[in-house]
């Protein structure tokens, strides 16, 4: 395994099946569809008999459910798997993908492992990989269960790249599509498009990683020398956790006096991501929307322009009103407010000049408002949604402006992690497919 300490990055061992029928091997994201049991019995149905990732992870929308039972199983899974012979022997390298989604876009990524001493999901933290929402501790505890002493990892998680140059994935496609060494190919359930995955290996490749770390690192270093390098776009809570499980497992290695070589080399110290350029054409990012279940719209206005700043503008429309908050040509942040007074439907604009990520000035006003009241909210993917729900006589929609990806690092770094809910990464069946495999215990 090639580690590269300055960049909390490492060239890991991968594991992969000796041959791969994507459509049954691959399984989405294991927080995904929490909500749709059905998906995952659908699931099940297209994998059954066969050799799948479905059964190495725990899907969250289980979670709760004879949790000991199903842990206990997918790690027995995860070495019959390995003593098998169902994968190939393991191979030094990172893996260039093109993910093609059913919207017709294609994201490009790539497969590598880092360094969870690099990593911190804590606020405020000037770590080289640090997290992008903010994290909920209690979620970890149960994680823990079923990474602890699992014998194989597979990654969710997805990385982003303040890459402007496309320096990192870009020289990773180069390497990969010179040599032509295809690990593999094909469609993925439920319809969710397709992926295609390249080798990035060799001592040319390891030239091509560093210089391109040693770049983004470059231009990641603010005015007191802290390096911000990645920021976590999905799967911040399994990070965490695997952190978390590596903190445990290191403090028993220096009980038996491990030496450094033995601690830089453990399996344990690193996790699988997908890095992603956040300028790649193929990764959108989504506001999510609020609403406020309120009767006194106005009222919640108010406030916000006194806390936001700015000027209110009426429309006469939502279609006027949805045009004017998506406008990506605004240097500066627009929020649309949909609400009924006395009777009569009203859509306002809020003009301000917040230049950071809009989300961030949002929510901590938002909390001051609702804070004491038992005023609920809720966060509403699509503008649609939001548009109807704030025509309801007790509740307020807040469309939210587009997220400008210029800022959203500089955001992160000055301010730290962003309020929960705060983006999408595309749709849910956008997300990361499991695929790849690595030994960890």
């Not at 627009?334 to 949002?362: H, M, P, W």
């Not at 909390?367 to 729900?389: A, P, Q, R």
């Not at 509740?395 to 309020?419: D, H, V």
Request: glycine share 8%.
């Amino acid at each position: 395994m090639k580690n590269f300490p300055n960049y909390g990055f490492q060239i890991p061992d991968i594991l992969l099946p000796a041959k791969i029928d994507t459509k049954t091997w691959a399984v989405i994201a294991c927080d995904q569809y929490t909500q749709d049991k059905d998906y995952w019995k659908n699931a099940a149905k297209i994998a059954d008999g066969k050799p799948s990732t479905l059964n190495l992870i725990f899907p969250e929308v289980y979670l709760g459910d004879n949790d000991a039972e199903r842990i206990a199983k997918i790690q027995a899974t995860m070495k019959e798997y390995i003593f098998s012979g169902l994968f190939a022997n393991p191979a030094e390298e990172c893996i260039y993908l093109e993910r093609k989604t059913s919207y017709g876009r294609t994201r490009r990524g790539l497969i590598a492992a880092v360094d969870l001493d690099s990593y911190e999901w804590k606020p405020g933290s000037k770590a080289l990989i640090r997290a992008t929402e903010a994290t909920v501790p209690e979620r970890i505890p149960p994680r823990m269960k079923i990474r602890s002493g699992a014998a194989l990892e597979l990654p969710h998680i997805m990385l982003l790249a303040d890459d402007k140059d496309d320096l990192l994935v870009g020289g990773a496609e180069k390497i990969a599509k010179e040599s032509g060494e295809i690990l593999y190919e094909g469609d993925l359930m439920q319809n969710s498009g397709s992926v295609k995955g390249w080798a990035v290996k060799g001592d040319k490749a390891e030239k091509i990683l560093s210089d391109s770390l040693s770049a983004l690192a470059k231009n990641g270093t603010d005015k007191d020398g802290n390096v911000f390098l990645f920021a976590v776009g999905d799967g911040n809570h399994s990070l965490a956790t695997a952190k978390a499980v590596w903190d445990e497992h290191k403090k028993s290695l220096l009980a038996k006096n491990a030496t450094s070589e033995e601690l830089a080399n453990s399996p344990v110290r690193y996790a699988l991501v997908e890095i992603v350029n956040i300028y790649d054409n193929g990764l959108t990012f989504e506001p999510i929307h609020r609403v406020v279940f309120t009767k006194d719209g106005k009222e919640l206005l108010d406030f916000m322009q006194k806390n936001l700043g700015g000027k209110t503008r009426e429309l006469s429309s939502s279609e006027e009103l949805e045009k004017s908050v998506g406008d990506k040509n605004q240097e500066s942040a627009r929020f649309g407010f949909i609400f009924k007074e006395n009777g009569s439907q009203k859509y306002f604009l809020l003009e301000t000049e917040i230049t950071d990520l809009a989300v961030s000035r949002l929510q901590p006003a938002l909390d001051e408002f609702i804070s004491g009241k038992g005023i609920k909210i809720d966060y509403i993917h699509g503008s649609d949604e939001t548009v109807k729900l704030g025509q309801r006589d007790d509740a307020a929609g807040i469309l939210l402006p587009p997220i400008a990806k210029e800022s959203f690092f500089a955001t992160i770094n000055g301010r730290g992690p962003l309020p929960r809910k705060s983006f999408s990464m595309g749709e849910a069946s956008e997300k990361r497919f499991y695929i790849e495999a690595r030994k960890l215990f």
